[in-house]
């Protein structure tokens, strides 16, 4: 996988902090009434997720990521909230103790890597939710739904963002992101939100503005 994208964007990041502080603030501007018909939705994701079970699949991980522009198929959503052989809640019950014991923000450098690794519960997750019996549960997806479940740690997966970064579905992400959210810390510490009703992570600041970047492009 070609770098070239992600040494590009730090750069533009870094060489550009007025317009990065737009994009973001554009993206979360609270709007009401008539107004509120005009907002970009996403930014009703963190609500979502901060409303989320950690130990299963609800409803309310659908919302979270209809938020973002996705729906599941009815039987996949079906199979998620059934979880009838349980593997989803052990998953995420490994998980959910890595997260306790480490933490679960990416944009630390001194976080283990160990969730990164193959045979990881986050990689398993991972796996399970988009085996090839899934009907219509890609990559984007799975990714939004795990960033639903550890917004502060789980980089979003998204067409727009991948082909500005010039990453294909095959191409490794979390590692890559990991290290672009590192890089770039010190930009995304100083974006604040003008608003208190919700909380945005550093990796979700990182894929807003990279967002609101190829959007505009």
């Known amino acids: 996988m070609s770098t070239f994208g992600f040494t590009k ?72 909230i059934e979880d009838t052989d349980g593997v989803l809640r052990g998953l995420l019950g490994e998980c959910e103790l890595w997260v306790a014991s480490h933490g679960a923000d990416v944009s630390d450098p001194n976080l283990s890597s160990e969730w990164l690794k193959k045979g990881s519960s986050f990689n398993r997750l991972w796996d399970e939710l988009v085996k090839k019996e899934r009907i219509g549960l890609g990559g984007v997806k799975a990714s939004k739904l795990m960033a639903a479940k550890y917004p502060g740690l789980v980089p979003i997966f998204d067409s727009q963002v991948s082909q500005l970064l010039g990453v294909t579905n095959n191409d490794p992400w979390w590692k890559p992101m990991r290290e672009l959210v590192i890089e770039v810390k010190p930009v995304l510490d100083k974006l604040k939100l003008a608003r208190d009703d919700i909380q945005v992570t550093t990796i979700r600041k990182l894929d807003v503005v990279l967002w609101m970047k190829a959007t505009s492009n």
Not at 36 to 44: A, E, I, M, P, R
């Open 9 to 80: 964007y730090a750069k533009w990041i870094k060489d550009h902090e007025s317009e990065v502080n737009k994009f973001f603030n554009d993206y979360f501007e609270k709007k009401i009434g008539n107004k509120s018909k005009n907002v970009w939705h996403g930014q009703h994701f963190e609500w979502f997720a901060n409303r989320v079970s950690r130990d299963c699949f609800t409803e309310v991980d659908l919302a979270a990521i209809g938020a973002l522009s996705v729906r599941l198929k009815g039987q996949t959503a079906r199979e998620l």
